[in-house]
């Protein structure tokens, strides 16, 4: 008799779900164990849509159990808090322990506070569902507490950090002034947006002419860049930053909400199971197995894989991240059947910035797009994960294919 291969994936985000669709198709003897904190997968890269109140929740996750096959795959709803690689087992909060022949571990990212002091307690997060709804009913509540106190503190937000997740939340947010003036009672222009980044040189995996057009565009929207003031603290209320290069010119800007996007990082599962990890990052070998193990595979934001051409690290996007989950899975049907793995190779389908939902700017292959077009092509790509991940049912049932509605 044939012994099935046991394959446990954990992580239910971009790049652990385009693996099991790989693997679920494959038509060698294996089971997948999926494992995920959630029984629903959210695409990360639409958080700040509903953090900004500007998409529903409903629109951007799915359950789970509408892709596992139930002959193939075993879906477990649980919080992972240990890999132990040498014993190829994984804990599992409140569940019996799972053993693997191979793992896949997609755990994605969790925010990073750089040890600046107050962050955790003085400023929202925005990585996960729980969070941006939380970011959502926070700013609802400011709003509430204005018709209370006239105090135009609850008016404002600053957004710390304007990488390309805090640029975009910013555009969500620009568009959502409307409806928070209204919830407060006054016009959209009382509804003020600061933000405070550290560099001058803004987003720069686009030209620089291109950064600078997504710039103008906030800033002709209203939106006031604190632009090289490295932040010092988060007090309550209060952003405490680098005024000049004088490391004692401090100065404050206070707002009632805070808004915390200036990095992530990769779970802190891969530094508490000893991985050979750098902010929760692990430098993969070619075929995107973990240097130390070669039966297991590290992709998604977890990873690092190395860009030849650029001599650095691929950056974290969940085009990369399905990219990863579908070569992992492929590479361990090769496994399986005794063949040589392959190689990781990613070609972007472009990187587009939304400012908002019907503006946008970027790269398409190598042509700037840039205002309503560029909303379209973003939104394509956005389309193009969810079939990857969730297949055409989702794309139907989302009514992503009814992009301006
Ligand atoms: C606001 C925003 C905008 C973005 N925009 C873009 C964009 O336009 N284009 C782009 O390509 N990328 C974008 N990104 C980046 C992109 O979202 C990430 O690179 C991508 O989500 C990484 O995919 P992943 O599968 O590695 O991890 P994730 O999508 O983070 O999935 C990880 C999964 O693991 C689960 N999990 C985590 N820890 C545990 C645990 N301990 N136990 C059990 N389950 C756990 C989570 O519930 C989640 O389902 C954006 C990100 C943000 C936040």
Same mark, same amino acid.
């Given at each position: 008799?044939?012994?099935?291969?046991?394959?446990?994936?954990?992580? @239910?985000?971009?790049?652990?779900?385009?693996?099991?669709?790989?693997?679920?198709? *494959?038509?060698?003897?294996?089971?997948?164990?999926?494992?995920?904190? $959630?029984?629903?997968?959210?695409?990360?890269?639409?958080?700040?849509?509903?953090?900004?109140?500007?998409?529903?929740?409903?629109?951007?996750?799915?359950? &789970?159990?509408?892709?596992?096959? $139930?002959?193939?795959?075993?879906?477990?709803?649980?919080?992972?808090?240990?890999?132990?690689?040498?014993?190829?087992? !994984?804990?599992? =909060?409140?569940?019996?322990?799972?053993?693997?022949?191979?793992?896949?571990?997609?755990?994605?990212?969790?925010?990073?506070?750089?040890?600046?002091?107050?962050?955790?307690?003085?400023?929202?997060?925005?990585?996960?569902?729980?969070?941006?709804?939380? %970011?959502?009913?926070?700013?609802?509540?400011?709003?509430?507490?204005?018709?209370?106190?006239?105090?135009?503190?609850?008016?404002? %937000?600053?957004?710390?950090?304007?990488?390309?997740?805090?640029?975009?939340?910013?555009?969500?947010?620009?568009?959502?002034?409307?409806?928070?003036?209204?919830?407060?009672?006054?016009?959209?222009?009382?509804?003020? %947006?600061?933000?405070?980044?550290?560099?001058?040189?803004?987003?720069?995996?686009?030209?620089?002419?291109?950064?600078?057009?997504?710039?103008?565009?906030?800033?002709?929207?209203?939106?006031?860049?604190?632009?090289?003031?490295?932040?010092?603290? &988060?007090?309550?209320?209060? !952003?405490?930053?680098?005024? *000049?290069?004088?490391?004692?010119?401090?100065?404050?800007?206070?707002?009632?909400?805070? &808004?915390?996007?200036?990095?992530?990082?990769?779970?802190?599962?891969?530094?508490?199971?000893?991985?050979?990890?750098?902010?929760?990052?692990?430098?993969?070998?070619?075929?995107?197995?973990?240097?130390?193990?070669?039966?297991?595979?590290?992709?998604?934001?977890?990873?690092?894989?190395?860009?030849?051409?650029?001599?650095?690290?691929?950056?974290?996007?969940?085009? &990369?991240?399905?990219?990863?989950?579908?070569? @992992?899975?492929?590479?361990?049907?090769?496994?399986?059947?005794?063949?040589?793995?392959?190689?990781? @190779?990613?070609?972007?389908?472009?990187?587009?910035? *939304? %400012?908002? $939902?019907?503006?946008?700017?970027?790269?398409?292959?190598?042509?700037?797009?840039?205002?309503?077009?560029? *909303? !379209?092509?973003?939104?394509?790509?956005?389309?193009?994960?969810?079939?990857?991940?969730?297949?055409?049912?989702?794309?139907? =049932?989302?009514?992503?294919?009814?992009?301006?509605?």
């Amino acid at each position: 008799m044939e012994i099935m291969t046991e394959v446990v994936i954990l992580g @239910a985000g971009y790049a652990g779900l385009r693996a099991l669709g790989v693997l679920q198709k *494959s038509k060698e003897d294996i089971h997948v164990t999926l494992v995920d904190r $959630n029984d629903y997968h959210y695409e990360a890269a639409d958080l700040h849509e509903v953090a900004a109140g500007t998409q529903d929740q409903e629109r951007i996750l799915f359950d &789970i159990n509408d892709v596992v096959k $139930n002959d193939k795959t075993t879906f477990i709803k649980g919080n992972v808090v240990n890999i132990n690689r040498e014993q190829k087992v !994984v804990e599992v =909060s409140d569940q019996p322990e799972l053993h693997y022949d191979y793992l896949i571990v997609a755990l994605g990212f969790v925010s990073e506070s750089f040890g600046i002091p107050g962050v955790d307690e003085n400023a929202l997060s925005m990585v996960d569902v729980d969070q941006a709804l939380n %970011i959502r009913k926070h700013l609802e509540d400011q709003m509430a507490e204005y018709t209370r106190t006239q105090d135009e503190e609850h008016l404002k %937000i600053i957004v710390c950090g304007m990488g390309f997740t805090g640029f975009e939340l910013v555009g969500a947010l620009v568009e959502a002034k409307p409806t928070l003036a209204k919830l407060a009672g006054v016009s959209p222009e009382k509804i003020k %947006i600061v933000t405070v980044e550290a560099s001058t040189h803004l987003l720069p995996m686009f030209p620089e002419k291109l950064a600078d057009y997504g710039t103008k565009q906030l800033v002709a929207w209203g939106v006031e860049m604190l632009n090289g003031k490295m932040i010092k603290a &988060i007090k309550p209320d209060t !952003v405490v930053y680098q005024d *000049s290069e004088d490391k004692n010119d401090l100065a404050e800007v206070t707002a009632k909400t805070i &808004i915390w996007t200036t990095g992530v990082r990769g779970s802190k599962v891969m530094t508490d199971a000893g991985f050979a990890e750098k902010r929760g990052r692990v430098l993969v070998n070619k075929d995107l197995t973990d240097p130390d193990f070669s039966d297991v595979f590290i992709v998604g934001d977890v990873a690092a894989a190395m860009d030849e051409a650029s001599g650095r690290p691929f950056p974290t996007t969940a085009q &990369i991240a399905l990219v990863m989950g579908h070569l @992992a899975a492929e590479n361990i049907i090769h496994k399986v059947n005794g063949e040589a793995t392959k190689e990781f @190779a990613f070609k972007s389908l472009g990187t587009v910035a *939304s %400012i908002g $939902n019907a503006h946008a700017f970027g790269l398409v292959g190598k042509t700037t797009v840039k205002g309503y077009l560029a *909303s !379209v092509a973003k939104k394509g790509i956005m389309d193009k994960s969810l079939l990857e991940t969730g297949g055409f049912k989702e794309v139907l =049932s989302k009514g992503r294919f009814d992009f301006y509605h």
